[in-house]
């Protein structure tokens, strides 16, 4: 689905919309499940966008925020609608895999890394991988298998906060997953995982079923959100419908 691209801060920020649909019955569950108490007569019919975003600054130095869902055998091909759009998407809004220079994976689920690497090499092969290292070192050796060892010495270890790029920073927002991160951009959050869906936003507490330390992952959220909500910001998200979001 095509999204409209907004500019912060000087800085070009494109959707990309790598799939979507539902999850698969693998890991489907009623929504009440997903997101205890946070469900009031909502559908149970969870339709997910999967996104990922491209960031261009006025000199043309680009970094992407996540890889999506990957090609068709994919891990993430158990649960999500492979294959992702994503090389698309970017071809559609000008950018060579070539031309990335930073490439952020806010964590490593499947939904957000399987685009990474491609037939066993880094699919943007002059690019920096920025990780906090707290995710790496939590990762399950198959995903170091298939994500981070192919990466070689492109991955760049985080340890908190820091510039990709001059005005765009990541942080580190765990929760999620230990070292699950966000991008911070003027007053844009790009969120990764720290939001999944709008019932989040009526009551940051509500958690999420696969959150892996959802008391940290709320308490994160709270913090975040409460920050974006005083410069009267906006959230950039993975999974609504509409990427962007205005917090008030
Ligand atoms: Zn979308
Ligand atoms: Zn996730």
Redesign the pocket.
């Given at each position: 689905?095509l999204?409209r691209p907004i500019t912060v801060a000087g800085i070009e920020v494109f959707?990309l919309?790598d799939a979507?649909g539902p999850m698969g019955d693998s890991i489907r569950r009623p929504m009440r499940e997903m997101f205890p108490g946070g469900c009031h007569g909502e559908p149970d019919e969870w339709i997910l966008?999967f996104?990922c975003y491209l960031l261009r600054d006025a000199a043309g130095r680009t970094a992407l925020v996540d890889t999506g869902i990957g090609p068709s055998d994919s891990p993430a091909s158990s649960w999500a609608p492979v294959p992702g759009a994503l090389g698309t998407e970017l071809a559609r809004v000008g950018t060579a895999p070539e031309e990335v220079e930073a490439v952020v994976i806010t964590h490593l689920h499947s939904d957000h890394a399987s685009g990474a690497v491609v037939a066993g090499a880094p699919a943007f092969p002059n690019a920096r991988y920025v990780l906090q290292r707290a995710e790496i070192d939590a990762a399950a050796e198959t995903v170091l298998d298939h994500v981070v060892r192919p990466l070689g010495e492109r991955v760049q270890a985080v340890d908190g906060g820091a510039e990709v790029l001059p005005g765009i920073r990541v942080l580190l927002a765990p929760g999620h997953t230990p070292g699950h991160q966000v991008v911070q951009v003027g007053d844009l959050l790009l969120t990764g995982d720290l939001v999944l869906h709008p019932v989040q936003l009526e009551n940051p507490r509500v958690t999420y079923l696969y959150d892996d330390d959802p008391e940290l992952a709320a308490a994160t959220r709270v913090e975040l959100l409460d920050r974006v909500r005083a410069e009267r910001g906006m959230i950039g998200t993975a999974h609504f419908?509409e990427?962007f979001t205005r917090i008030v």
């Open positions: 689905m999204h959707p919309c979507v966008h996104h419908a990427p």
